[in-house]
């Protein structure tokens, strides 16, 4: 198999059975011809969290279906929290989100949405990094850097930051300060440090860049590191001007990203009222962020909503085509 950035091929260590060809001719030709399923229960699933299911679309290797559930979490909570809705309200956030940025030019697994609470994507080998888009100061950055910004303050330029996607505060027998330490990377490899804790506080952890892209030759670290820093501020300006075209301020949002099974490199997972901080024209906190400040559940929920509603506009061709002529 080989990685497939922007045009430029990337040999990878291992093969997976490539199915010729860019992929782009399989990933649009799917568009409205996947059968639904009569019984997800009798499938086994491809990956499960407290937030979503991925399940293989039977007859197709390398598509799966996105199933979002009706739950919430927040601060490393191992009980996830029960909203109803929660899971349709997901989806139609990240499929309206995830064809805007299709129409802006940005690689993304999302093939089409599939049931109110599901959509149908290519299975995507993850990449650990979780990538965090920021035009605005408020979570871990605003800790880390305590005297420079007031909360929600307009950073003067946006910002994309990678945190190490870990469990239980380890990486693998390295001892971590905290989960998710923020990642900055040098020279094939990663310093690892606290997330919201001021760097010069503290002594970073090193670990190989190879350990976190198993699957990438080391020589085409930085590469790799440049696309998916290029791909992530793309679409980091992208989803701020679309959300303000209505009024919304975006702060932040969390982007991850994966190689299909023919080495191309897309941003995939979901994007939606959970990955990001959005205030809606009243000034409200209206994302996750809100369940994160024990705001009551069915004000929660009407944010979920909100957030929704307005990326229903998104999608709109039109919308891409402004948003691209901004950005040029």
């Known amino acids: ?24 001719e399989t990933h ?20 499960e969290g407290k937030t979503k299911m991925i399940f293989p679309i039977k007859g197709m290797p390398g598509i799966v279906e996105v199933v979002s559930k009706d739950h919430l979490t927040k601060n490393n909570d191992p009980t996830p929290t029960k909203m109803d809705g929660k899971g349709v309200l997901s989806t139609t956030t990240t499929a309206n989100i995830f064809e805007l940025f299709r129409l802006c030019g940005i690689p993304v697994a999302y093939i ?8 149908v994507a ?28 007031e909360q929600y303050e307009r950073l003067p330029e946006p910002v994309i930051e990678f945190f190490l996607k870990t469990s239980g505060k380890k990486w693998g ?17 990663f310093e690892l440090y606290h997330p919201a804790k001021p760097l010069n506080e503290q002594m970073s952890i090193s670990i190989r860049a190879s350990d976190v892209f198993p699957s990438v030759l080391f020589f085409f670290m930085d590469s790799v590191m440049l696309k998916i820093r290029e791909f992530a501020m793309r679409a980091l300006l992208v989803l701020d001007r679309a959300f303000a075209a209505w009024g ?18 897309v941003l995939a997972d979901v994007v939606d009222a959970d990955s990001m901080r959005v205030r809606c024209p009243d000034g409200i906190e209206r ?26 506009f998104f999608s709109q061709p039109e919308v891409a085509t402004r948003i691209i002529a901004e950005l040029a």
Request: overall charge positive.
């Open 1 to 24: 198999m080989c990685v497939i950035i922007s045009g430029s091929t990337f040999p990878r260590l291992k093969q997976t059975q490539p199915n010729g060809g860019n992929g782009m």
């Open 28 to 47: 649009t030709a799917l568009r409205g011809h996947i059968d639904w399923y009569p019984d997800l229960a009798n499938l086994d699933k491809v990956v």
């Open 112 to 119: 089409e949405r599939h049931r109110p609470h599901s959509f």
């Open 122 to 149: 290519l299975h995507a080998d993850m990449v650990k990094l979780e990538v965090v888009g920021r035009v605005a100061a408020d979570g871990s950055y605003r800790r880390r850097n305590p005297s420079k910004h």
């Open 173 to 189: 027998d390295i001892d971590l300060p905290d989960d998710d330490p923020l990642a900055l990377y040098r020279n094939n490899a």
């Open 248 to 265: 919304y301020t975006l702060c932040d949002v969390k982007f991850e990203f994966g190689f299909t099974r023919d080495g191309r490199l």
């Open 287 to 312: 994302s996750k962020q809100a369940f994160r400040n024990n705001v009551p559940l069915e004000e929660v929920k009407k944010g979920f909503e909100m957030i929704a509603q307005v990326s229903g």
